[in-house]
């Protein structure tokens, strides 16, 4: 684990990282960064962890990046980002399924991802069904086509305030029968005797497989889209877009300014 090299900026942190060769700055309040570089299966990783929280307690807030011939024997996560591979930045919008996609500066992506239907309607376990939640991201896709160990990086991490979120949750997940609307069907108490138990798993009751209710989460979800592309948002969420758009824009590939 290394520390980056980072100062005080005002509300942000200034720092530079060597292994990526770019210097940057973000939200102060993420805390400090330790980086992670490590081999996989093939290739290599390299992950931030902010403020001494291991990567599943600053869930949702990721950063990390992939060399180009990374491969590892998992299913893929959000930064297993290996760059835009043979694709110019001025053309990875084009070809990205995000609604909300714009080109910050050659090589920097800035992207605002949501969760629709299918996402939550394929939970794998009743716990996460239970805990499931609508939380839309900003993912700023850094492209180091020339870097000799990381070939792509990626910051992603949540905007909405807890106001916004709290509001867009109790409106979306009741219509596909998620959060407060969710039922859990427990099993019933076995009778006796331990032999005649009969196998029985918990299962949850959603509206997961009606398409018109699939159909109004989505239409619920494209309508908070396009508040956020005319930033009809509360306060709080527009300062937090705000500041990951800082991030994107100081962005620098040291390379560039001639360090």
């Known amino acids: 684990m290394m520390r980056l090299a980072c100062t005080p900026a005002g509300r942000f942190t200034r720092c530079t990282d060597e292994t990526l060769s770019i210097e940057f700055e973000y939200p102060a309040t993420w805390g400090c960064i330790e980086s992670r570089l490590r081999p996989s299966d093939s290739g290599l990783s390299y992950d931030y962890l902010f403020g001494r929280r291991t990567l599943a307690e600053a869930l949702p807030l990721r950063a990390g990046g992939r060399s180009r011939d990374f491969g590892a024997g998992r299913g893929p996560v959000p930064t297993d980002f290996r760059g835009f591979g043979d694709t110019l930045s001025c053309d990875v919008c084009a070809k990205s399924s995000s609604p909300i996609c714009q080109e910050v500066k050659t090589d ?144 620098s590939f040291k390379q560039e300014s001639g360090n």
């Open 108 to 251: 920097i992506i800035w992207k605002v991802e949501f969760t629709d239907s299918y996402d939550l309607c394929h939970l794998p376990t009743i716990e996460s069904v239970a805990s499931a939640a609508f939380e839309p991201v900003v993912r700023i896709e850094a492209n180091l086509p020339n870097n000799p160990t990381i070939n792509g990086f990626v910051f992603q991490a949540p905007f909405l305030s807890e106001q916004s979120s709290e509001e867009l949750n109790g409106n979306l997940l009741p219509l596909l029968g998620l959060g407060s609307a969710l039922q859990v069907h427990e099993c019933p108490t076995p009778a006796w005797p331990r032999a005649a138990w009969s196998p029985c798993v918990p299962s949850v009751v959603t509206k997961c497989d009606d398409d018109a209710s699939r159909q109004a989460f989505n239409s619920q979800v494209q309508a908070f889209v396009e508040r956020v592309k005319s930033g009809s948002l509360d306060a709080e969420t527009l300062e937090n877009l705000d500041d990951l758009m800082h991030l994107a824009t100081s962005i």
